[in-house]
């Protein structure tokens, strides 16, 4: 087997300092292509930093995947893979937020599919029991708005 090829850590005073970001509510980033994430100082919490190491590590690509599917499938593997490593993040319903709010809005899945993707991806044997605790919280929450 061929040696991992190092990742680097740039740590940066604010998001503004991540190149090509407009993004405020970025807390972290990675370039697997570059085999580097971005960390920002007082900000990115140890497992936004192990997610960003995941994407590398599990071969994502630099860009948000063209597709819906994948883009779940590769949020929850960065954060298994976080969680495997840390044990964090324990609570996951902020992130299962995030990524529904970005499935209807920037992907223009609708809120049914959108929680559909997001079951299929939460309801695996590897991902822990309060993930999916947090995925019922969420389907109840989204009951009352959507229907
Ligand atoms: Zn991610």
Known sequence: MEPRK??????????RDIPGQ????LDAMAIPSKRRIYTIKGKTTEAERM?????IVKGHSDREPYKAENFVREEIEAHL??????????????????????????????????????RRN?????????????YYKLEKEYRKVFG
Do not use: C
Request: aromatic letters at 8%.
């Open 51 to 55: 997610h960003e190491i995941g994407h």
């Open 81 to 118: 893979y976080a969680y495997q490593r840390l044990g964090k993040p324990k609570s996951i319903l902020l992130k299962l937020r995030a990524i529904f709010n970005d499935l209807t809005h920037n992907y223009r899945i609708s809120p049914p599919k959108a929680k559909a993707l997001l």
């Open 22 to 25: 407009q993004n405020s509510t």
């Open 6 to 15: 190092k990742i680097t850590e740039i740590e940066v005073e604010s998001w």
């Open 122 to 134: 939460i309801m695996q044997p590897n991902v822990p029991k309060q993930w999916k605790l947090d």
